[in-house]
């Protein structure tokens, strides 16, 4: 069997650091997670740069992902079936929940975000496509764990990590939420991933009726939630959004 090539590992451990859920990173940071010293990392960096799939801000000296990896992750995702059929969708439902909107598959015991139309406003917001999110901790992830319950014994495989206080980081919760989840078909997730941050999806299936990934809107909780629970109107514009998409790809209608 070939040997694998060291420097392309790296490479690729740096890429995947930076795709991380902080997103950008200083070279102390990068060297010290990935157990090298400063020296090497900044050679693996500075190739990365030179290709455009790395980038560094002038101001903060931290790392991010370069446009040129964006584009490659584009060029993929544009021939996602899943990702074609729901843009039109995706867009109906930012319009309606008036909230940003994402889609996401499962990947590597994660939710890889194919998807994500920005809030319908004029504030900042960094475009998420690529982005790798927690299944135990995010809505999308919860609609994905009850499609395959597999997922639950491989999660707790590892310790869950904790974000904030309302993280759910026993498989016996998880197995329970995945269970309601299942009977009520749709998700949410309260200040699990990010504190005053909620998030509702939604599972997209195919012409099998197998779940292939999920649709969601997420914001702040005095948006999306009423007396603590989320919205049922939001609820309701989440789940005919992935109903949609579901016909689309050929699932029965319900």
Not at 34 to 53: D, E, P, S
Not at 61 to 69: I, N
Not at 137 to 159: C, F, H, R, S
Request: with cysteine; glycine share 10%; charged share 25%.
């Amino acid at each position: 069997m070939p040997r694998s090539i060291q420097s392309i590992q790296r490479a690729a451990q740096a890429m995947r650091l930076l795709s991380g859920r902080t997103r950008r990173l200083s070279l102390v940071e990068i060297a010290g997670q990935m157990g090298l010293n400063k020296g090497t990392v900044f050679g693996i960096l500075r190739t990365l740069q030179q290709v455009g799939f790395v980038e560094r801000d002038p101001d903060s000296g931290k790392y991010q992902l370069g446009a040129a990896l964006l584009h490659l992750g584009s060029s993929y995702l544009d021939g996602n079936e899943l990702r074609t059929r729901a843009l039109n969708w995706a867009d109906a439902l930012a319009a309606r929940s008036n909230e940003a909107v994402r889609i996401g598959t499962l990947h590597d015991l994660r939710v890889l975000v194919v998807h994500h139309v920005f809030r319908p406003d004029d504030t900042y917001q960094v475009l998420e496509v690529g982005a790798l999110l927690p299944l135990h901790a995010t809505a999308m992830g919860k609609t994905l764990i009850a499609a395959n319950p597999y997922l639950v014994t491989e999660l707790a495989a590892e310790e869950l990590p904790r974000f904030t206080a309302r993280t759910l980081t026993s498989s016996r919760d998880l197995s329970a939420v995945a269970r309601e989840v299942r009977n009520r078909g749709w998700a949410a997730d309260i200040g699990e991933l990010v504190d005053g941050q909620v998030s509702l999806a939604a599972p997209i299936t195919d012409r099998r009726g197998e779940t292939v990934g999920s649709i969601g809107i997420s914001g702040p909780i005095d948006r999306l939630c009423e007396d603590g629970a989320p919205r049922g109107d939001l609820v309701a514009h989440v789940r005919e959004a992935a109903r949609s998409i579901s016909r689309d790809l050929g699932s029965i209608p319900w």
